[in-house]
């Protein structure tokens, strides 16, 4: 992993407000909540730093899903017509995160890597990023199926090579404010899922998938997410077998857990 740019060259990319000093917007959507046009911002509260840049061009385990990446202090903040804004704290999410330099940041994709880009002299890199799209991070969609797509997945950490975890930003229909939202049994944790999990449930109402497998990095069992989309909000329960040499490879369930 390798820290790129600070200061005044990664400025010129983000804009004016990056020169100041202030807080810098990432993006900004328009959420229709109950008819009413609100605009969500995700705003980083200072110039952030660039994290997953690669000499070799390859993508570390820690830095799957996120690199290219801007790392800082991220706050999610709501208007509404006639209310005061809503400013919702992001970086404690990612108190987890596998590639924590010092104390917790979060962490954005901002490009995509590709083919190539380790032929780039490191010098030129962010000009041609530069010229490249920009990810938006904020692809809103209904995952709890209410009907209306008021929700965005958010990665929050990488860490064994080929596994990612992710939370769901959104409307919570109990108090009409916007966090990360839990199940309907725990709605006060975030309910953290892979971020495959989470592509499933915006397809179906009920998902059931393989999120560890046996003899995934030596893994002696096997992890069953069930999650499921009703009235009364998001359910998941994780099933855990033992991996066993027989013919079906896993023994009876050895605990489920709601989470």
Same mark, same amino acid.
Do not use: W
């Given at each position: 992993m390798k820290r790129l740019m600070g200061g005044m060259?990664?400025?010129?990319?983000?804009?004016?407000?990056?020169?100041?000093?202030?807080p810098v917007l990432r993006e900004q959507v328009r959420v229709k909540v109950d008819g009413v046009v609100e605009r969500w911002r995700l705003e980083w509260r200072s110039t952030p730093a660039l994290e997953c840049f690669e000499s070799s061009g390859a993508v570390s385990c820690g830095c799957e899903g996120f690199a290219y990446a801007e790392r800082g202090d991220l706050e999610l903040v709501r208007l509404r017509?006639?209310?005061?804004?809503?400013?919702?704290?992001?970086?404690?999410?990612?108190?987890?995160?596998a590639m924590k330099v010092d104390e917790p940041k979060a962490m954005l994709r901002r490009w995509a890597?590709?083919?190539?880009?380790d032929e780039i002299h490191p010098d030129k890199l962010m000009g041609v990023l530069g010229r490249r799209k920009s990810l938006r991070?904020?692809?809103?969609?209904?995952?709890?199926?209410?009907?209306?797509?008021?929700?965005? &997945?958010l990665q929050t950490n =990488?860490?064994?090579? @080929? !596994?990612?975890?992710?939370?769901?930003?959104?409307?919570?229909?109990r108090d009409g404010r916007v966090r990360a939202l839990g199940t309907a049994e725990h709605p006060e944790k975030?309910?953290?899922?892979?971020?495959e999990t989470w592509a499933e449930l915006l397809k179906s109402k009920q998902v059931e998938r393989v999120e560890m497998e046996c003899g995934d990095h030596g893994s002696e069992i096997r992890d &069953?997410?069930?999650?499921? =989309?009703?009235?009364? @909000? !998001?359910?998941?329960?994780?099933d855990r077998y033992p991996c066993t040499d027989d013919e079906d490879g896993v023994g009876e369930r050895?605990?489920?857990?709601?989470?």
């Open positions: 060259g990664l400025a010129c990319l983000l804009g004016t407000a990056a020169v100041a000093g202030g017509p006639g209310k005061p804004p809503e400013r919702v704290p992001l970086t404690p999410l990612f108190e987890n995160l890597p590709r083919e190539g880009d991070a904020m692809e809103l969609g209904d995952y709890d199926h209410d009907g209306q797509a008021r929700e965005f &997945v =990488a860490f064994i090579c @080929g !596994l990612r975890e992710a939370v769901l930003i959104g409307y919570d229909r975030p309910l953290v899922l892979e971020p &069953v997410m069930r999650v499921s =989309a009703d009235d009364k @909000g !998001l359910h998941a329960t994780l050895e605990s489920s857990k709601a989470l």
